[in-house]
Structure formats: structure tokens, C-alpha cells
């Protein structure tokens, strides 16, 4: 009995181990069509496609060229290192007002709904310059999916 206890013991110390060492960050996809893959490999099947440049997502594991990610509706899947870049990119969770400038009191430029997906220009004291499709501006830097460092 003591010595099953300790495999399983040194079994969680190693799965312990292991997540700490897959780092989790966000990251951008890269291209306008990026597939998913069930697992870790060229070989493996396509889970789905992506199809929004830019799009944030989470890493949460590493294999080799492969990363392991999930995204806001927590799909997750395997991608390869060249579909993905250091993130330039959030997803806002909850309509926000778009400034000229970085302040409350600056003239508003658009309004902006839950789920649109802005790319970050900058960000310095809880405001971000972002841009979208049809506009550029600021916006506080809070309830968004996605890194702003």
C-alpha cells in the first residue's frame, strides 16, 4: 500500500511539474485561415478553421512547434507555431464608448459592442489606442479577453 501511494505520489508531483511548465499567454493568429488539430502534428484531422486574422488567443500547452490553445468560447485545439504571433489584440466583454483621447472626457469617436475584436496600438495608464475596421481611438483598459502588454 506505502509504495502505491508513492507512485502515485511521484505520478501528481510530475503532472505538477509539467503545467507548470507550459506557460500560459495570449497570443494572435497570424493569417485569415488558421486550422485546429486534435492533436500535436501535421497528422493529425483539422478540428476547425479559423478564419479572423488577428483573432487572441490563449496558450495553454507547448509540444515541440505546436501550441496548445483555447479561445474566448473555450474551443480548444492544436496550432502550429508559424499560424500565431505575440499578441496584438483583445476581444472586448462588454460595450464600451471609443474616445479621441485617453480620458472620460474627451470627445466619444463610436460605440463599441460586446465581442468586437480590436487590435492595440499602445496602452499607458489603464487606456489602450486601438483601431478596428472603421475607427481608431482610446478605450479603458477593463473587461476584455486577451493580453494589452
Known sequence: MKKKITILFLFLSIMCIQS?????KFLSLKKSKVNVRYGPSFDSEIKYIYKKINLPVKQIDQKENFRRIVD???NSGWIHVSQVKKSNS????????LFKKASNF??????LEK???LVIKKCENNWCNIKTESHSGWIKNENLWGSIN
Open 72 to 74: 474566448l468560447k473555450n
Open 20 to 24: 507548470l511548465n507550459a506557460e500560459e
Open 106 to 111: 474627451s470627445k466619444p469617436v463610436a460605440r
Open 115 to 117: 465581442g468586437r475584436l
Open 90 to 97: 483583445i476581444i472586448i466583454l462588454e460595450d464600451k464608448i
